[in-house]
């Protein structure tokens, strides 16, 4: 799996073997050994590696990444696939629940963009703590609301 990953992220970052492996202090051979799974980097390469390609650790070395689809970065995930149901219920992923902290009754804000085709959602509370905190910045710099600042 670590090769696979290894292989992809090189790819989706457009290095070649001699500039990952002088990044991370290596030769060219121990990163193509790496990525040909004939043998597997040390930990402290391990780390270097993640840094490198801004993913975690853990997702560098446990990520499931398909070939040319790189692993997403540090604090982002991929939580897998889901089905719409007759009605349009999903079912979100155990994993993101627990990460998320949503529970039955939790109440969400979804969002979508067409020309990215895509969905999103966020807890009902977080976002208006975000708008709370927008506001109270609008407020400080002398924007009452409805105002619309003037162009520079």
């Given at each position: 799996m670590i090769d696979t990953n290894l292989?992809?992220?090189?790819?989706?970052?457009?290095?070649?073997l001699e500039e990952v492996a002088g990044r991370v202090g290596v030769s060219r051979q121990?990163?193509?050994?790496?990525e040909n799974g004939e043998t597997i980097p040390d930990i402290i390469n391990?780390?270097?590696l993640a840094a490198l390609y801004d993913v975690s650790l853990d997702a560098?070395?446990?990520?499931?990444?398909a070939e040319g689809v790189p692993l997403p970065p540090k604090g982002k995930h991929v939580f897998g696939t889901v089905?719409?149901?007759?009605?349009g219920q999903i079912v979100i992923p155990k994993q993101a629940r627990e990460m998320f902290g949503i529970r039955p009754g939790s109440r969400l804000i979804m969002f979508g963009d067409i020309q990215q085709g895509?969905?999103?959602l966020i807890d009902t509370n977080r976002f208006t703590h975000h708008l709370?905190?927008?506001?109270?910045?609008?407020n400080a710099e002398g924007f009452a609301q409805g105002?619309?600042?003037?162009e520079a």
């Open positions: 292989r992809t992220l090189r790819k989706a970052a457009k290095l070649t121990a990163v193509a050994k790496w391990c780390n270097a560098l070395i446990n990520g499931r990444s089905t719409v149901g007759e009605r895509g969905l999103a709370d905190v927008l506001m109270a910045q609008a105002d619309v600042p003037a």
